[in-house]
């Protein structure tokens, strides 16, 4: 018998109960559809981190402090003026710009509109490392910096919010942050950004840090520092040296915590896989459950054709002939159950990363691991029935009722 | 052709043993007729399964065609019935979900033959048996004697040296039984070996030779003397 007739014979074999057959194609049909969901979903999240993390750049590196008494506390924010990101740059070669950043959430008004924004406080070279474009007027340069003018940079949607249509370049804007209420110009408008809202909070304004600790804040500290290397692999070498760099100047080794966006993006990786190997093992036992059930379709199909087998094998079948029509019909059964789980996982994983808005990342790894999975399942699972059909004695066989 | 030499078939049924055949001599030359007769428990199923190859016997030696197969392994087994016996059965034992074409194929199967081989073979002992134009159907669509036919078509598609029938006509009104062994009796005269078993006097006086069973021993042999032969 060749394989297209022993397939054929199978197939002829499962047509004759059609719900059971159905039943235990469904089975596998759910434990395929998932790991492939699964595996696919993952690899769309990772790919969508991966997006929302190299947008900020992968060449990006951050300086924050970090707190652990008031004491330190004290210490640290005494330390971070604006003069302080200007060391770093000199003492880390392989940084190309700093930029000392300080934060605070503001209200913003002209007339009687008011909008609320955060308000960074930032030097020109900020708008290099986190890519930020003007589409009118201009972004803020050295001289806004020294002489602590009150000039600001406004998000679109905040520049249409309050000025609606109007040309917002040249016109003032009243600042108010905590206690201290300012007039600011607007120099420039940012392009708009996809991902900003509309209105509330979670949009930005930026002005010169130095204005936004001389004469916005109560306090002279930034928040923060943000800097950019020259490639994405001098990264490594600049978080080092900014390390060393700043625990001689603060005599602790732990008083700043500088990170880079690889890392970020690497430990983000790092759990994703982490959540999708463990949910494709969760997956995968409903890939073995559906296994029970093949073995149990097969073994009522060898019991149900116990004189089948014992006529098949008076005409000459030898117990690997019977064998094998039974394995046969498990792995048709498994890779059935297999190609319908891979239409599902399909459709799942297409249907997840569309209602998150995750780039889809249908996976053919995926595909050719769990048809791989399902077709060894049906063999693993298929041995036993297939051997217990193979060494049933024809004498007994035949007088099966 | 056939040599049966003390043949004995023990069943061990947990502690109950039984002796189904107590040694069994039985020579059978090329072209032979033979009715196995005896009331039931008497042996003659086993004897059949022995002689069919389907059972190896607890001891004793048979020579089928001068080779010894009482102590062949399972595979070495299922060639010779493939080859070289045809099985009919009371129950017909047709595969309920094939064609009588494609269960008179399934020998032609097992032994290897390709798809255009095995079709004509099929169809030339269908043909033999008078039922072509049932070729296409199953056998729950055609008659007892149709289906009891198409197994004997099966039986022979192989051309086996040796035929064994276990009641063949067990499952037949009378005039259709008659037929079968018509069938039976003409193949014979073609020189193939016919052993039937049976506990039907009338099928038995078809034979040349009646061998009596009795306790698992043969208790008599006649050599029946039958107008056909």
Known sequence: MNIIETVSLALRS??????????????????????????????????????????????????????????SQSRLLQMMNVGLGREMLEAVPALSSVSAVAQVEATLAVGGDTARATLMGVEPSYSKIIPTDTAFGRWLVIADLSVHSQVIVLSSSIASELFRGIDPVGKQVWVTAGERRRPFVVVGVTEAEEDEPASGAGRQ????????????LPARNVSMYL??????S??????????????????????????????????????TIIVTSMLTVIAGISLVVSGLGIMNTLLTAVAERTREIGVRKSLGARNDDIRAQF???????????GMAGMALGYAGSMAVSKALNWPPAFNWLSVVTAMGFSTLIGLAFGVYPATRASSMDPVTALRCE | MLKLERIVKDYDAGDIHVRALGGIDLHVTRGDYLAIMGPSGSGKSTLMHIMG????????????????????????????????????????????RETLQANVEVPLMYAGLGARQRHRMSADALRRMGILDRAHHRPSEVSGGQRQRAAIARALVNSPSLVLADEPTGNLDSRTGREILDILDSLNSEGVTVIVVTHDSEVGRRARRIINLKDGLIDSVEAAADEHH
């Open chain 1, 14 to 71: 499962l047509r004759s109960n059609n719900l059971r057959t159905f039943l235990s194609v469904l089975g596998v049909m759910v434990g395929v559809g998932a790991v492939i969901s699964v595996i696919s979903v993952g690899m769309s999240a990772q790919a969508e981190i991966a997006r929302n993390i190299s947008d900020l750049g992968t060449n990006i590196v951050s300086v924050l402090p970090n707190f652990r008494d008031s004491a």
């Open chain 1, 327 to 337: 394995l046969v019909e498990s792995v048709v059964l498994s890779s059935l159950g």
């Open chain 2, 53 to 96: 190859c389907l059972d190896r016997p607890t001891s004793g030696s048979y020579l089928l065609n001068g080779r010894d197969v009482s102590r062949m392994n399972d595979a070495a087994l299922a060639r010779i019935r493939n080859r070289e016996i045809g099985f009919v059965f009371q129950q017909f034992n047709l595969l309920p």
């Open chain 1, 234 to 271: 001098d990264t490594d070498a600049a978080v080092a040296q900014l390390r060393r760099f700043l625990s001689l100047k603060s005599v602790d080794p732990d008083a700043f915590e500088v990170s880079s966006q690889q890392a970020l993006l690497d430990a983000m990786k790092k759990v």
């Open chain 1, 205 to 216: 304004a930026f002005i010169p840090v130095t204005t936004m600790v001389y004469r916005l």
């Open chain 1, 227 to 232: 800097g950019q290397t020259r490639s994405a």
